[in-house]
């Protein structure tokens, strides 16, 4: 009966610890009274055992029983194997001592001021969490190693200590943190230090800095103030490679203030627009963040002192560069995708987006005065004919009775639908552009083909010209004429820039622009030759 006392205590003990942490006890047996005889000696090599010993946890009144264990300066006994049990509770567990022969690192026993479930039942090559904070030291829980290892790490003991010092917490248990968050807030202290290091540029809703605008002009442009526009040559190679916008580029448009068309605006997807000097020296001039959404459209206004935009966050706003003040600022009830000026009253312009609907907006005013309703679910593009009487429209509907939707053309002042017979086959069109000379206007089509239009009605469509090559793939890919409006240039969804002879429809010329899909494309009023287009991989190129 007493020889298979200890052996049953311990398979007690281990069923007791099951529950605490996931930590291998070393083998060994217990007694009756709760204290461990060390066996693990039988099996250890040389130099990798601990000194055996023991300290009784003294009651009220009497003395330690000694048993191998060694005193420090202090006078006070360290355990060599302590289970952590006591009378009175459970309490944490000290670390084990180094072998006599190698340097030891002593502390003062402090008793906890009170017990916790946690550091119960630990086993004695466990050093308890609790314990290192009391001592605000952290110790190795590796084994003994050789004389020069074991001196080399107690000699990083008080480095190491340091950091347990930053930590404050009363509680014996640290809290669990899902790898989620713990992902989530080292990308957030990434983020942080990111932005130290990168300027960005004003937060939404505050008003920029002033752009100024000399009264000099460009001296690439002054030779060609007072010419006439020549033959528009095919651009080979790249004057600016432009990197800014940190999302793809929407749009891009020269200035139309001729003396002052060295800047380009573009907008993009990171919800700013941004205006460059893209003649001289290729720099940004200045980011406008009034938007919290995408920046979907923007014009400048036929001045050239102010820029209309409107973003995915239903706000409309009139930036004054000069001053860097919003001289309008209104809130459409849909999503906006294209902003367009009336060309004779420039106090007027037209709106459309994610809507069956199309408003037409006095700045003067700030107010809605009249509205043109489709049954549609989008707008894509809008184009104003000559005198600003009519203006198109092209949607999203391509379903097989959509011949009546997919472009309409608009009496501007009545808002009456003059014809919704024009485009007859089943694709939409992204994006319209008017001839500078001929009295028609492009359509782009995702069918991977312009189509040639008549501006007068009843806006027939042209069966003998169709310019291929390119392909569209549900991008918003934009489309224009050159200035003498001999040439047509259209981007790409694989990132290629194609230009066509307007009277022939041949393909003129390919360049290989962009990585990703180019959507975008502008010849300057101006300069000869001068092509900037921008892609959905946020940058944006100036060729000639």
Aim: glycine share 8%.
């Amino acid at each position: 009966m007493t020889a298979r006392t200890p052996s049953l205590m311990a398979s007690l003990v281990a069923y007791d610890d099951s529950d605490s942490e996931a930590e291998t006890e070393p083998a060994g047996s217990f007694n009756a009274t709760g204290q461990m005889k060390d066996t693990s000696s039988v099996a250890r090599s040389p130099g990798q055992d601990f000194a055996s010993g023991t300290l009784d946890v003294p009651k009220a009144g009497a003395q330690p029983t000694k048993h191998g264990s060694c005193e420090d300066p202090g006078g006070h006994r360290l355990p060599l194997a302590q289970l952590g049990r006591s009378d009175r509770g459970s309490c944490p567990s000290q670390r084990l001592q180094w072998p006599g022969k190698e340097p030891q690192v002593t502390f003062p026993i402090k008793e906890p001021s009170c017990s916790s479930l946690w550091t119960s039942h630990v086993p004695a090559s466990h050093m308890p969490l609790a314990a290192a904070r009391f001592k605000q030291v952290k110790l190795s829980r590796n084994f003994p190693k050789s004389s020069f290892r074991a001196q080399s790490e107690s000699e990083t003991v008080g480095k190491n200590g340091s950091s347990f010092q930053k930590k404050k917490c009363e509680d014996c248990v640290v809290p669990y943190t899902p790898k989620r968050l713990r992902q989530l807030q080292a990308l957030s202290t990434e983020t942080g230090k990111g932005k130290e290091v990168e300027p960005q540029g004003p937060p939404a809703g505050r008003a920029p800095a002033p752009l100024y605008v000399g009264p000099g002009v460009s001296e690439f442009i002054q030779p060609y103030l007072n010419s006439h526009y020549k033959e528009t040559t095919v651009p080979r190679k790249v004057l600016f490679h432009l990197r800014g916008h940190r999302g793809p580029v929407n749009t891009i448009q020269w200035c139309p203030v001729l003396s002052k068309s060295h800047m380009l605006l573009s907008t993009s997807m990171d919800k700013t627009f941004k205006v460059w000097n893209a003649v001289d020296s290729g720099h940004c001039l200045q980011t406008y963040s009034l938007h919290t959404e995408a920046v979907r459209a923007a014009q400048w206004a036929p001045c050239g002192r102010r820029i209309l935009s409107g973003g995915f966050d239903f706000a409309l706003h009139l930036t004054d560069l000069e001053t860097g003040t919003q001289l309008f600022s209104g809130r459409s009830d849909f999503r906006i995708t294209t902003l367009k000026f009336h060309p004779k009253d420039h106090n007027i312009f037209l709106c459309g987006g994610f809507s069956s609907e199309m408003k037409a907006w006095d700045i003067r005013t700030g107010k809605v005065m009249r509205s043109y309703k489709a049954t549609i679910q989008q707008t894509l593009d809008i184009l104003f004919l000559r005198d600003g009487s009519e203006f198109l429209s092209s949607t999203d509907a391509s379903t097989r009775d959509s011949a009546d939707r997919t472009i309409i053309a608009w009496d501007f002042r009545t808002s009456a639908k003059i014809s919704n017979q024009i485009f007859h086959e089943r694709f939409t069109c992204p994006s319209l552009a008017l001839h500078p000379r001929e009295p028609v206007f492009l359509a782009q089509t995702n069918g991977n083909y312009l189509a040639l239009f008549s501006t007068v009605w009843p806006y027939r469509m042209s069966r003998r010209r169709r310019y291929e090559g390119h392909k569209v793939e549900g991008y918003s890919v934009g489309c224009e004429c050159s200035p003498g409006g001999d040439l047509l240039v259209t981007g790409s969804a694989d990132g290629r820039v194609l230009m066509y002879s307007f009277r022939t429809a041949s393909r003129a010329c390919t360049l290989q622009g962009h990585t990703q899909a180019c959507v975008g494309t502008t010849y300057h009023p101006v300069l000869p030759s001068v092509l900037a287009t921008c892609s959905w991989g946020g940058d944006m190129k100036i060729w000639h």
